[in-house]
């Protein structure tokens, strides 16, 4: 069984551009969550999501960034018109119900 | 709301030396706990989760917690540090049963760990 897959692991986006970013959940895993870390600064929570739900999104900045889990096939995480501020390693983590979460390997943005 | 806090961003110890991390939380539901390490450029792995079960939780490469519920303590410990526990260790605390907040996890700073040879 894979561990949460996310790709990709590096991603350089110029300044305007935008930032898709992917994740695999575990097989039989049905809720994604999503995390910001930045330089020097632990994770913040950014969105929750399962299967074509987005549960919670208090984490997610008003403008620019919206996530989707679709029926079939990878969390996309999207960053519209990135700045450098945007610069960080965004975590994914899937889980069963009930259970403690496994996280991917990251995506670290680099806003040029 | 939950938050955790993570006394000491930076702790340095020798080789074989006992290993204390500390990490306070705050919460209105029972908490579950969790302490996480992270070593550079790699994503978090799980040490130890406490789940309302044992006080005394043991966890991977030797790593062990206690909850104290009196003091809102999950402190990290290991008897004797070696070279390859040097990385980031996060305590975290997730949301209670029920609700949208839950399986969301909230995150400490994080304490980076240096072991001396």
């Known amino acids: 069984n894979a561990g949460v897959m996310q790709n990709p692991r590096h991603l350089v986006r110029r300044r305007g551009q935008e930032a898709r970013l992917r994740c695999s959940p575990m097989?039989?895993?049905?809720?994604v969550y999503w995390y910001r870390q930045l330089p020097e600064e632990g994770l913040k929570f950014m969105v929750y999501?399962?299967?074509?739900?987005?549960?919670?999104e208090s984490g997610m900045p008003k403008e620019r960034f919206s996530a989707e889990f679709p029926k079939e096939g990878p969390s996309i995480l999207r960053i519209q018109q990135v700045v450098r501020g945007d610069s960080a390693a965004y975590f994914c983590?899937?889980?069963?119900?009930?259970?403690?979460?496994?996280f991917g390997q990251g995506t670290r943005l680099t806003v040029v | 709301a939950q938050s955790v806090t993570q006394l000491g961003s930076h702790v340095s110890v020798s080789e074989g030396a006992l290993v204390l991390l500390r990490c306070n939380y705050s919460?209105?539901?029972?908490?579950?706990l969790f302490w996480y390490v992270q070593y550079p450029n790699q994503g978090l792995q799980l040490l130890l989760k406490?789940?309302?079960?044992?006080?005394l939780v043991k966890g991977i490469n030797g790593f062990e917690a206690e909850f104290k519920k009196s003091e809102t303590s999950f402190h990290l410990t290991k008897p004797s540090a070696h070279m390859s526990d040097a990385a980031e260790y996060f305590c975290?605390?997730?949301?209670?049963?029920?609700?949208?907040?839950?399986?969301?996890?909230?995150f400490g700073q994080g304490t980076i760990l240096t072991v001396h040879p």
């Open positions: 983590a899937s889980s069963p119900r009930g259970s403690e979460a496994f």
């Open positions: 097989k039989g895993h049905s809720h």
């Open positions: 975290a605390v997730r949301g209670g049963a029920g609700g949208t907040s839950y399986g969301k996890l909230t």
């Open positions: 919460s209105s539901v029972p908490p579950y």
């Open positions: 999501l399962q299967k074509e739900n987005i549960i919670d």
């Open positions: 406490y789940t309302s079960a044992a006080t």
